[in-house]
């Protein structure tokens, strides 16, 4: 039997396997989802009185967009990322400056006489300067090399945002799944432990009516008590699961919608489409978008460290006027106009330079290295959640034949029970193999909605129209 996957933290050791105790409830009868419903009506008290929201999971996705905080924080981050484009923009354009100033100065001079005696005097007077530079770059490979650097880490910057966003669809799905598989676990404890009660009342009575014997009421009995624990646990985690998407929609669930199985009609994709998938992956994937930004961007770093070996040429335009800039010009004014070009040779900087280049080019090659990694780390991904398509269809139409099969054989037992040729014994086990052939089709049934939602996360599709997609199998 397979085990459910997990993305959260809180899996404990010995617990049944969510995704198979919980859509098996709704995909084999809906009494059991209407007591999941009843059960559900604990939910987490509500912050700040806050009414607790019923949601299906278009709703949860859209609530998430809008409050989860990791979004808000990469929306952030992006905004900042992207202000880098006009600073390095900017060191391309005319800079203008203006200066002044304005001394009150206090003179005494001492000078030999005719006598021989010194001769001390004092003056003092104002001086004041003003000045409007406007400095023009014509050639400064640096600041090109920078301003190309700087398109290339906005490109980034929205490849990582777009990563987020395709991740959140993911988030969201996961964690409703998840609380809709606690709610209906609930509901299946409940129903077993309520047929366990039944059989138990039974047993007793043909044990008192001298038709039964006493290991019927045991093994009835021991049924029960199991049901009691997994029901506190199942409560728990359904605490638990809801106030685990409170997190990113905040706001307190109330009720999720739950799967209805006569909608989800598994189909398998094409056999042929795991090529076209890879592409779109390759293509649209915001992960190697975002990788290759940073390889562009690295290559614009080599340049900007060999620029340190070129010359910088500026065109540069003063106006300024002083008065009694000097001692020896006192109570006088100039006024000056100056243009030209302004040329920087680098000769020697001790082997600063040389030493950038070789570090900018060892991290172009570790991004490239990582690019090609996570490409095919794509690639497989992408023929994972292909095949849990592909082999999650089947999967999920040989165990819902199963059930039924169960089912069956449930049937067939209590009649022989009461033709007398089955024990209670037999009953129960057949109960306990329908539950897992229940099980396996919920865990079939959850694969292969997530598959779909994480294939569409890794070709950068994940948007709200495929949530629209998983949430048309939800009932209203």
Known sequence: MNAMPTTSHHRRTGRWPLAALALAVAAATSPLVAVAQTAAGTSPPAPNGTTPLSLNLS??????????????AAEAAAAARRERLPQARAQLLPNISASASRSRND????????????????????????????????????????YQQAKAQVEDANATLDKELQNVAVRVSGAYLEGLLAQDQLALVLAQKEAYTTQLDAARK???????????????????????????????????????????VNAPIARLAPVDPDKLRATAPDPGALLQWTDRAEQASPELRALRAQLEAARYEIEKARAGHKPTLDAIAQWSISDSDNVTRVNSRYDNKSIGVQLNVPIYAGGYVNSQVRQAVAEQERIQQALEATRRDLALRVEKEYRGLTEGALRIRALEQAVKSAEVMVHSNRRSFEAGSRTLVDILNAEQERVSAMRDLANARYLYMMSRIRLRALAGEADEQAVQEINAWLQP
């Open 59 to 72: 709703q949860a996705y859209r609530a998430a967009l809008e409050q989860d905080a990791v979004i808000g």
């Open 107 to 146: 003179l005494e001079s001492v000078q030999p006489g005719l006598t021989g005696e010194p001769f001390r005097s004092e003056q003092k007077y104002t001086s004041s300067s003003r000045a409007l530079t406007i400095r023009q770059p014509l050639y400064r490979p640096f600041n090109y090399a920078d």
């Open 206 to 248: 043909r044990f008192a009516a001298g038709a039964g014997v006493r290991t019927d009421i045991d093994e009835a009995q021991a049924r029960v008590d199991m049901t009691i624990a997994q029901e506190l646990e199942a409560r728990q985690n359904l605490d638990y699961t809801k106030r685990q998407l409170q997190v990113m």
